[in-house]
């Protein structure tokens, strides 16, 4: 109460200027676009069994709700959620809602919340990463301003090959889909102990980016019918590299 919203920290007066598709879209927004979306997953996955939403909060909401009251003159001015906002095609707000409809089918599909299986595998304060296993899936933050990674070792506890099922970058959130190559392509475990895990894996990490990947041990009839996950073929041996990006 009587606080700003995340989304009016983030993107500040430019909430009410920078948030049309048809504009150049703005360092402070681009920030607030990937930050957003970043808190969001990460308070979702790691805030317990459940997961509190302020009212608006899933696509980016510019005001306060307050309903009418004493301290406010019985006030209906602030009582809504703007929903016109988030339909309206022209602005970037129906890419946040994007973002937290597909959060929310991911989570009900692998009921990551409420499982007991949780490790935190990495926080490295210089280059900005947290790396954790919750439930049945491996997330990867890299909160860098600028700084990309290519073929960044990580360590899993999953020896079969992972794929990557979701991330914050996709062009549909208002991302650059700077990973979706990522999507077609196996990544194939190293054995040997890393980051005190038995397995390890080599990823690109974009700067400001968040992934979710699943390994093929993990995938159950229902997830693949219900998620229509295809995992990538095998390809054959040979070593890839990505070049890193800044944004």
């Keep these: 109460m009587g606080d ?18 048809n504009n150049q879209m703005s360092l402070k927004v681009d920030r607030g676009m990937a930050l957003h979306k970043m808190i969001r997953l990460l308070t979702q996955t790691l805030g317990g069994e459940g997961y509190l939403n302020f009212m608006g909060n899933e696509f980016g909401h510019p005001e306060w709700i307050d309903f009418p009251r004493e301290g406010n ?11 016109n906002l988030l339909r309206d095609k022209n602005l ?6 994007a973002f937290d409809r597909q959060m929310n ?13 949780q490790y935190l595998t990495l926080s490295h304060e210089e280059d900005k990463l947290i790396v954790y296993e919750k439930g049945p899936v491996l997330f990867i933050f890299n909160f860098h301003t600028s700084k990309s ?49 038995p397995n390890s894996i080599r990823l690109y990490l974009p700067c400001r980016t968040a992934m979710v990947l699943i390994a093929e041990e993990n ?29």
Excluded at 4 to 21: H, N, P, Q, R, V
Excluded at 92 to 97: A, K, V
Aim: aromatic share 14%; charged share 20%; proline share 4%.
């Design 4 to 21: 700003k919203t995340i989304a009016m920290w983030l993107f500040d007066a430019e909430i009410y200027s920078g948030m049309g598709l």
């Design 73 to 83: 003159n019985y006030s209906y001015h602030y009582c809504r959620r703007q929903w």
């Design 92 to 97: 970037r707000y129906g890419q946040l809602c």
């Design 105 to 117: 089918k991911w989570e009900s599909l692998l009921g990551v919340m409420p499982a007991s299986h």
């Design 149 to 197: 990674f290519a073929d960044y070792q990580i360590g899993t506890l999953w020896s079969s090959d992972h794929t990557i099922i979701f991330d914050t970058d996709r062009t549909e959130f208002g991302g650059h889909n700077r990973l979706i190559s990522g999507y077609k392509t196996r990544y194939v475990p190293k054995k040997g102990s890393w980051q005190n895990r």
């Design 219 to 247: 995938l159950t009839n229902d997830l693949v019918l219900e998620a229509k996950i295809k995992f990538p073929p095998a390809a054959p041996a040979q070593e890839v590299r990505l070049e890193s990006e800044s944004i």
